[in-house]
């Protein structure tokens, strides 16, 4: 099993920045990709970033191109999520997920590990 615990999320202003946070425990050694996805009210689960671990080849929604940034920390088993010029359309809940495989665009299929969420809320 794997564990997630993300932080980082809170309250800003349009066109301000915050940084997520994601701290894996358990078998780590058994993922490949981390991914961000977010979920506002009444809308579907849809990915932001994910990055293959070790390589780091990462890929982003159109949305966050640009703007956000998904890096990780190997040796803090940590995933970070760099937001800038944030929007009001980017509140919603954040959530961390890591799978044995990325599927190269952002699809849910290959995350089989999710943390609890943080809410980022962007205000205009």
């Known amino acids: 099993q794997v564990q997630l615990v993300e932080s980082g999320g809170g309250s800003v202003q349009a066109g301000g920045s915050l940084r997520l946070s994601c701290a894996a425990s358990g078998y780590t050694y058994s993922i490949y990709c981390m991914a961000w996805f977010r979920q506002a009210p009444g809308k579907e689960r849809e990915g932001v970033a994910e990055i293959a671990i070790g390589i780091r080849r990462t890929f982003y929604a159109d949305s966050v191109k640009g703007r956000f940034t998904i890096s990780q920390d190997a040796a803090r088993n940590t995933l970070y999520l760099q937001m800038n010029s944030l929007k009001p359309e980017d509140t919603a809940m954040y959530y961390c997920?890591?799978?044995?495989?990325?599927?190269?665009?952002?699809?849910?299929?290959?995350?089989?590990?999710w943390g609890q969420g943080t809410q980022v809320t962007v205000s205009s």
């Open positions: 997920a890591a799978g044995t495989y990325c599927s190269g665009n952002l699809h849910l299929r290959p995350y089989n590990y």
